[in-house]
């Protein structure tokens, strides 16, 4: 109905003049051409071949688990390659992956692997404790460029060993027992140390196929190609084309297959999130990497609506440097953040079910519960600020918001000038830089105020704190107090109890909001698309997907 | 000619050298470095990359090499795909990106040629206005608007074509094609158009019309030949925009062509891979440019006389 309506009124407009016949005649007959294909979708295809179309946002830069960063490169990898531990797709708790089990001595520190015995690499080769010895031998070596060495600091003597304190990797905590038996022993008790083990950056790789391409430390060999890796995951690298797909297959050597029921994951990088959605739309994809901020109103609306929102464990805040002199004083940063009305900011900026943050960590990290005071008062800002020496704004100079060019980062900062400007009568500018400019700009200092946004790594309080020490790399605030160091350094590593480490990790972090360096926004939540066919793909608060649980189901 | 043929081959060199020398001051002076990321990198990391990319040397010297490198056809390793060199990423791109603008140009030509003519036909008439007015509108309409309002209506609501790829599902290469090549049918047109009427006002058309020729013969015959001049001499370079500006259209269709890895390096502070998409589209719109003054100069007998007599 919609399509001849639309052709007779294509055709009554056109029809004045005698060339359009023309073009109308060309143009409809190329798509007659076009219409010779069946038009039968990947998401119809996939279904019934068991072929999972997945939007991965961009092209990797790299499959080596020992280079790469990146939530693209991790989904590609984490269906070519597996670590001790896998996790609960839904509670991300630690269950067995290519151990079959562990045991952890008595004071936290030494953890034993038991390999499974049907362990194998994707070729056939049997895999052992020594694979997992060497892979960390090479994780550790600093010309390998590995941004994700650090994961491997809660090891004996790791870190010591990648800073060069170390020479002799003998004195590195793992140790391979026997071929089946891995020995891990740890600098403190680290309960987050399972959680580790299901990050791309401890994977075990193929000693044999690295070596084959290249020296172990070399970066940018060829080994990750498709045809050349050997992997030991659920499936096995069958296609990379550049910029057009990455094709995985089900690997039949994987000691799991028999309950690995998708046959093929295809990764399409599709990076404007615009295209995306019309895939989607358009049937070509079964999951999408993220969904328009004004298309969330729309699908919202719809009953059963394809677009998942799960709440994702990671913080925007904004980081304030306090080494400008007027930003000094804790008085003024708590002003500043009490007047923010997160509420607003999420319900009518963001309206993508984000949490307004009062706290780093977001809460239910681990079962961890920040202790905060921190809430939208304007009242109490006020006297905070003439406390500071700026009675109703008098005098405060002119100050800067910094953000990394982006509508999204636009759009908050302008409603926070706006905060400012009515509940302080401060006023503030705003100003934007390209990505790499902002990043230098932060890293060196050169800012009063800037966004930020932290994704955690693991699941932990400990990842969201431990970048606020003095000097540290993510700090960038400039802020420093030994005391917090203490805490989240020597104090929390030692402790033997779940429940006491919790207490001081809420010490430390009521510490860091009362001298509030950084000004938590919201939590971030992940916004999907996904086709009802997709099963067993749960939500989680890493939004890690277990290829291996996922099966496609025909739809009516 | 062959004098020709050399010395604009010869004036191409500093051109290039110009190109290159520019490009690899201005991205390396540009703030922000190719492995700056969100989350801190050590400073050991940062130290073992810029050795191995030679970064830790001076600009000159990483200058002076560089140029070694290019001269034996080698543009480097990319930065920010380790793994990949710069000639691998250029080549799995280009022919991809060559095929949309080959047939963008066919799309171009086919409608801007035919409604240009038929426009000159009978000018300041309706089948005159009507095709100019669209063009105008097709000059002024950016592709990343078209492109969306022909995936909406022709992809998903008729459903008579894929919304995107390339290659992958039967018809995937239409709307790109014409979303990339009608605002250079529009130019054509409008370069046709001029060109034509043009020749039909001069005196050998009125010959052979007097002959008895048909109208059909008196254009294909005798005034398409000189009235498309203008249109072939724009064509060097509108292939080389095609192939250079199609970032848009690859973007929208998800195309893994060159364009979208041209404008992501930049982005990325990836040296190598900009330096080497550069000194190629520019050697490639040299050679264009180069072609569409031959054809043109085989085409237009004067301008044949002028090169052979010095």
């Known amino acids: ?556 | 000619m062959l004098k020709f043929l050399l010395s604009r081959i010869a004036q191409a060199i500093p051109v290039l050298l110009v190109v290159v020398t520019a490009t690899f001051f201005i991205v390396h002076a540009a703030p922000g470095g190719p492995f700056s990321a969100d989350k801190a990198v050590p400073p050991e990391v940062i130290e073992a990359l810029e050795a191995q990319y030679k970064l830790d040397q001076p600009v000159w010297r990483q200058y002076i090499s560089y140029l070694g490198d290019i001269l034996s056809g080698d543009f480097g390793p990319s930065f920010k795909y380790p793994g990949r060199s710069v000639n691998e990423l250029i080549m799995a791109g280009i022919p991809i990106t060559a095929e949309l603008a080959f047939y963008a140009m066919l799309v171009a030509l086919g409608l801007g040629v035919l409604s240009g003519v038929g426009a000159a036909m009978r000018p300041n008439t309706l089948q005159d206005y009507a095709p100019m007015t669209l063009a105008m509108i097709g000059i002024c309409m950016p592709s990343f608007l078209l492109g969306p309002l022909l995936v909406l209506v022709f992809g998903i609501e008729l459903e008579m074509v894929p919304v995107s790829g390339w290659g992958d599902i039967p018809g995937d290469k239409i709307l790109p094609s014409i979303t990339l090549g009608t605002g250079y049918a529009a130019y054509i047109a409008r370069l046709s158009r001029g060109g034509m009427l043009e020749i039909l006002s001069q005196d050998f058309i009125r010959t052979a019309r007097a002959k008895g020729l048909s109208e059909s013969t008196v254009i294909i015959k005798h005034a398409l030949k000189g009235g498309l001049i203008p249109v072939i001499a724009f064509l060097g370079p509108a292939f080389a925009g095609l192939l250079a500006g199609s970032f848009v259209v690859e973007t929208i269709f998800q195309i893994p062509g060159i364009g979208r890895f041209y404008v992501q390096a930049a982005f990325n502070r990836d040296y190598t891979l900009i330096l080497g998409m550069t000194i190629f589209l520019s050697t490639l719109i040299i050679i264009f440019n180069l072609i569409s003054d031959l054809i043109s100069i085989w085409l237009n007998p004067k301008l044949r006389d002028e090169i052979s007599n010095g």
């Open chain 1, 1 to 556: 109905m919609y399509k001849s309506l639309f052709s007779q009124t294509l055709n009554s407009a056109l029809s004045c003049s005698k060339m359009f016949f023309k073009y109308v005649i060309i143009i409809q007959a190329l798509f007659l051409l076009s219409s010779c294909g069946e038009n039968e979708t990947n998401v119809s295809k996939g279904n019934q071949s068991g072929t999972l179309y997945w939007g991965n946002g961009t092209e990797p830069q790299s499959l080596d688990p020992q280079i790469a960063t990146g939530v693209p490169e991790h989904h590609v990898i984490s269906t070519l390659m597996e670590g001790l531990v896998l996790k609960d797709r839904k509670t991300l708790q630690p269950r067995p992956g290519m151990a079959e089990s562990w045991e952890i001595s008595d004071d936290g520190r030494v953890y034993t692997f038991k390999i499974r015995n049907n362990a194998k690499w994707s070729n056939g080769d049997p895999l052992t404790a020594e694979d997992f010895v060497w892979s960390w031998w090479r994780a550790l070596q600093p010309a390998l460029g590995n941004l994700y060495a650090y994961m491997l600091f809660p090891i004996e003597n790791a870190q010591n060993y990648y800073e060069g304190v170390v020479s002799d990797f003998s004195q590195v905590g793992a140790r391979a027992l026997d071929d089946q038996t891995l020995e891990v022993t740890l600098n403190h008790p680290t309960p987050y140390f399972l959680q580790l083990l299901d990050h791309y950056s401890l994977f075990p790789v193929h000693k044999e196929t690295i070596e084959k391409f290249g020296s172990a430390d070399q970066r940018g060999t060829r080994w990750t190609y498709a045809g050349n890796l050997v992997g030991n995951g659920a499936f096995t690298l069958e296609e990379w084309e550049i910029n057009r797909k990455i094709v995985v297959k089900k690997n039949e050597n994987y000691w799991d297959a028999e309950n690995v029921r998708l046959n093929e994951v295809v990764f399409l990088p599709v990076e404007n999130v615009v295209t995306e959605e019309r895939m989607f739309r358009a049937g070509q994809l079964h999951v999408t990497a993220s969904l328009p901020a004004d298309k969330i109103a729309p699908y919202s609306e719809m009953s059963e609506s394809p677009m998942r929102i799960s709440p994702y464990l990671g913080t925007y805040f904004y980081r304030i440097n306090v080494d400008v002199p007027h930003l000094q004083d804790p008085k003024v940063r708590k002003a500043l953040a009490m007047s923010i009305d997160r509420k607003n900011i999420v319900e009518k900026i963001t309206k993508g079910g984000q949490i307004p943050a009062y706290a780093m960590t977001p809460p239910g990290t681990m079962g961890y519960y920040p202790k905060s005071d921190l809430r939208y008062d304007p009242e109490e800002a006020r006297k905070l600020l003439a406390e500071a020496g700026y009675p109703d704004g008098q005098g405060f100079p002119v100050t800067e918001i910094l953000y990394n060019t982006n509508e999204g980062h636009r759009k908050i900062a302008v409603a926070i000038q706006e905060m400012w400007k009515q509940n302080l009568n401060v006023d503030i500018q705003i100003l934007n830089q390209e990505w790499k400019v902002y990043l230098d700009s932060e890293s060196a200092g050169e800012y009063q105020i800037s966004r930020a946004g932290w994704i955690g790594d693991y699941v932990d309080p400990n990842n969201f704190l431990d970048m606020f020490i003095c000097n540290g790399g993510n700090n960038r605030t400039g802020w420093c107090n030994q005391e917090y160091d203490n805490l989240i350094l020597k104090v929390a590593p030692a402790v033997k109890s779940h429940e006491e480490r919790l207490e001081i990790f809420q010490t430390a972090e009521t510490m860091l909001l009362n001298d509030m360096p950084v000004i938590p926004i919201y939590t971030y939540t992940s916004i999907q698309l996904i086709d009802p066919s997709v099963k067993n793909f749960d939500s989680n608060i890493m939004n890690h997907a277990y290829y291996k649980d996922i099966y496609l189901e025909e739809q009516d």
